[in-house]
């Protein structure tokens, strides 16, 4: 059972900074796709950004140029993958979900990934 940990969520004015991180279990296989997801209040749940095991990102429109996904994959360690939130608004509070998978990274869809963790909460205040 791959098992995520996700933490470094809290809350933060309009326009700040933060990161959380995500790490996984030391045997999760190297080829699995790792991302962030998050799900507001009543919204569908949304893919925000996805990383391979080399380094390929992806990200949904509404946070590119924003939010900096990012990996530590060496060896003997967890894997760890980050993401940097800047310029955060209002409609980035969320609840922020890391996954991994064994799917098409760049599609960044809920559906395809196997493997959560128990999420962390971001929330932008004015």
């Known amino acids: 059972q791959v098992q995520l940990v996700e933490s470094g969520g809290g809350s933060v004015q309009s326009g700040g900074s933060l990161t959380v991180s995500c790490v996984g279990p030391?045997?999760?296989?190297?080829?699995?796709?790792m991302g962030w997801f998050r799900q507001a209040l009543g919204k569908e749940r949304e893919g925000v950004a996805t990383i391979t095991i080399d380094g390929r990102t992806s990200y949904a429109d509404s946070v590119k140029g924003r939010f900096t996904i990012s990996q530590d994959n060496s060896k003997n360690s967890k894997r760890t993958v980050y993401l940097q939130m800047n310029s955060l608004k209002l409609e980035d509070t969320a609840m922020y979900y890391c996954a991994s998978g064994s799917v098409f990274c760049s599609r960044r869809r809920a559906p395809d990934f196997g493997f959560w963790g128990q999420g962390t909460q971001v929330t932008v205040s004015s």
């Open positions: 030391g045997d999760m296989p190297e080829t699995y796709c």
